[in-house]
């Protein structure tokens, strides 16, 4: 069946960069678009960008100059880059299939 | 970008009572390829969002009948009839034809 899976750092420290991997099964990422969401504590979502099935890549003008998005496609994996992480990075990180199904979210801390 | 105003921020149900939640779009969802792509998702507590509507008004599978979407343009509704205990969460509306793709700021169901 469709699954995705985050995995990374629960930790970062302020100015550093963040790494997550979305590892995905039941489909293939050749015919799907995956997105990043994330959600700060106690807080609503926020769309941070997509990647197409064809490779291309969209994001959120907010975090355009700091977040990177790739996928290989072999390994069944998105990767999210994104750097200069500050506190306001906090939150619960999400890779979702578009439109429908979502991974269990990683919670990321940035603190020193 | 696109704001996405959800009312009302909150709603007290009565089991098997009926609830509505609006989202308005500060400009219209159609998208340029005709489609509108306005989603609807619930977050029930502790959990990752799951898609209960795609495109204003087509359920997703395994949603029951009890959850509809309707609306066009700039104005969409979510209805949920004969509410259950499994109903209670955060709703959320998402836009996904302007770039960056916004989330409404959420509308929590709780039971009376």
């Known amino acids: 069946q469709v699954q995705l899976k985050e995995s990374g750092p629960g930790l970062v420290q302020p100015s550093q960069t963040l790494s997550l991997t979305c590892t995905v099964a039941g489909f293939s990422l050749t015919s799907y678009n995956v997105h990043w969401v994330r959600q700060p504590p106690g807080k609503g979502l926020e769309w941070m960008g997509v990647?197409?099935?064809?490779?291309?890549?969209r994001y959120n003008s907010a975090l355009k100059s700091r977040l990177s998005i790739s996928k290989d496609t072999s390994k069944s994996q998105v990767f999210l880059k994104m750097n200069s992480l500050q506190t306001e990075d906090t939150a619960t990180y999400y890779c979702a299939r578009d439109p429908d199904y979502w991974g269990q979210g990683v919670m990321v801390t940035v603190s020193s | 970008d696109v704001v996405l105003t959800q009312t009302p921020v909150s709603l007290l149900i009565s089991l098997g009572g009926q609830a509505s939640i609006s989202c308005r779009s500060s400009q219209s969802l159609v998208h340029s390829n005709g489609n509108t792509y306005l989603h609807w998702y619930l977050q029930k507590p502790g959990q990752s969002p799951q898609l209960l509507i795609y495109q204003v008004s087509n359920r997703f599978s395994g949603i029951p009948d009890r959850f509809s979407g309707s609306g066009s343009g700039t104005d969409f509704t979510l209805k949920i009839s004969r509410v259950e205990p499994e109903d209670l969460g955060v709703y959320y509306c998402?836009?996904?034809?302007?770039?960056?793709?916004?989330f409404g700021a959420g509308t929590k169901l709780e039971l009376k």
């Open positions: 990647i197409w099935n064809t490779g291309g890549t």
């Open positions: 998402l836009q996904r034809t302007h770039n960056p793709y916004t």
